[in-house]
């Protein structure tokens, strides 16, 4: 309970079953406003980041599969941050375009997850999104790093 900084009175399983039940979850008074702002991962590997070329996603229930250029890895995030692992490109090309996250889209600059309308700083051409049932990934032809946000606002 200490290392996630939970306010005293909350119990460990109550926290435990949270975050299970939703992995952008964290304990007030420390819950991070990720649902506004997202999560950032990547940039150009010119300047020391991940990605050679701007990135593509592919939702899996885990995460995200990620190409850039010739290199496939697995996103994973959650409300305390974002980790890329290895992965394949057959992994990649296996993963099921079925797997969305509901009631998130696209319109003009904004995306939109729920009620929630998010500005990006980025063009309308070429903006995309994958989502799963607990994060939506945002990416665009115009950056070499990939958005991140939950998929819906975290319950108290």
């Known amino acids: 309970l200490m290392a996630l900084h939970a306010p005293p009175g909350l119990a460990w399983a109550e926290v435990r079953d949270?975050?299970?039940?939703?992995?952008?979850?964290?304990?007030?008074?420390?819950?991070?406003?990720?649902?506004?702002r997202g999560l950032r991962i990547g940039a150009f590997t010119g300047f020391g980041g991940t990605f050679s070329q701007p990135p593509s996603v592919r939702a899996c229930p885990d995460g995200f599969l990620v190409r850039s250029g010739d290199r496939f890895s697995l996103l994973v995030a959650d409300a305390y941050g974002a980790v890329l692992?290895?992965?394949?490109?057959?992994?990649?090309?296996?993963?099921?375009?079925?797997?969305?996250?509901?009631?998130?889209?696209?319109?003009?600059?904004?995306?939109?997850?729920?009620?929630?309308?998010i500005a990006s700083e980025?063009?309308?051409?070429?903006?995309?999104?994958?989502?799963?049932?607990?994060?939506?990934?945002v990416t665009s032809p115009y950056t070499h790093a990939i958005r991140l946000f939950p998929a819906a606002e975290p319950s108290p």
């Open 18 to 36: 949270a975050h299970r039940a939703n992995r952008w979850w964290s304990p007030p008074p420390q819950r991070r406003d990720v649902h506004r």
């Open 122 to 137: 980025l063009p309308e051409d070429g903006l995309s999104l994958a989502g799963n049932a607990h994060t939506v990934a």
């Open 85 to 117: 692992l290895p992965a394949t490109a057959r992994e990649y090309a296996d993963a099921d375009p079925a797997i969305q996250s509901r009631g998130a889209r696209i319109s003009g600059t904004e995306i939109v997850i729920g009620g929630l309308r």
